[in-house]
C-alpha cells in the first residue's frame, strides 16, 4: 500500500508482519497504515510492506525486494515484528541480532531520521489461544520486548513504544489473534501522537 502526498511532506514506512499488512481490518481503509495516513490528515506519505507470519530474520528480506519502488529518504520508519518470533519461540539473542542487523541496513539505504518499534503484540491476550500456551507466550513476548528494549538503549535513532492503551475484546478482529478496524486505529493514534510529540 503506498499512501501518498506531496514530495514536501514527511514520508514514513511501516514494515513488518501481520499487523503491517493489515491482517484482520475489515477493509485497506482501516488498516494500521491507512490510518496513519488519515491521523495526518492525508498529509503524510506512508509507504507499508507487510507480510503475514513474517519473524525478524525475514525484515531485510522484505526490504530488498521492495527496494527500486521506495524512496531513498524516510522521516520515520515504524517496525511492526516479534508476535511469529514469540510463537516459534526464537530465542532472545537471535531476535536481538535479526534486529539489530536490520537497523543497520534502515539506517543506510533509507537514510531515516527515525525508527520505531512498538512492544511486540499482545500475544499473551489472544482470544483463540489456549489459557496455558497464552501464558507461556506471554513470558517469551516479555523476554523478547526486553531485547527491543536493550536495543532502544543503545541505538539513538531508535524508539521502543509501549502500548498505552488496553487490549479488551474489541481490540481484536474476529479471529481472535489480529486487531480489529478498533485495534488499528487504537495503535495508529498512539504511535502518531508520539510521532506528532517528537517522541519525547
Known sequence: MNL??????????????????????????????AKIFSESDRTWNVLNLGKNGLKAAGLNRLLNHAKPDIPIVFDQVIILIGAND??????????????????????????CHQIIIPEIPPVNHFPAIPSILRFFLGLHRHILNNEI???????????????????????????????????????????FEEIKGGLK
Do not use: Q
Not at 6 to 26: H, M, Y
Not at 104 to 111: E, F, L, M
Open 4 to 33: 501518498t502526498r506531496p514530495t514536501n511532506s514527511k514520508w514514513v514506512l511501516i514494515i513488518g508482519e501481520s499487523t503491517a499488512a493489515g491482517v484482520g481490518a475489515s477493509c485497506p481503509d482501516t488498516t494500521f497504515a
Open 86 to 111: 514469540c510463537f516459534k519461540f526464537t530465542p532472545p539473542s537471535k531476535f536481538r541480532n535479526e534486529i539489530e542487523e536490520f537497523l543497520k541496513i534502515v539506517g543506510r539505504n533509507t537514510n
Open 149 to 191: 528494549n536493550r536495543l532502544n538503549k543503545k541505538k539513538h535513532k531508535l524508539y521502543f513504544h509501549r502500548w498505552k492503551s488496553g487490549f479488551s475484546s474489541n481490540f481484536f478482529a474476529s479471529d481472535g489473534i489480529h486487531p480489529s478496524d478498533i485495534g488499528y486505529e487504537k495503535m495508529a493514534k498512539e504511535i
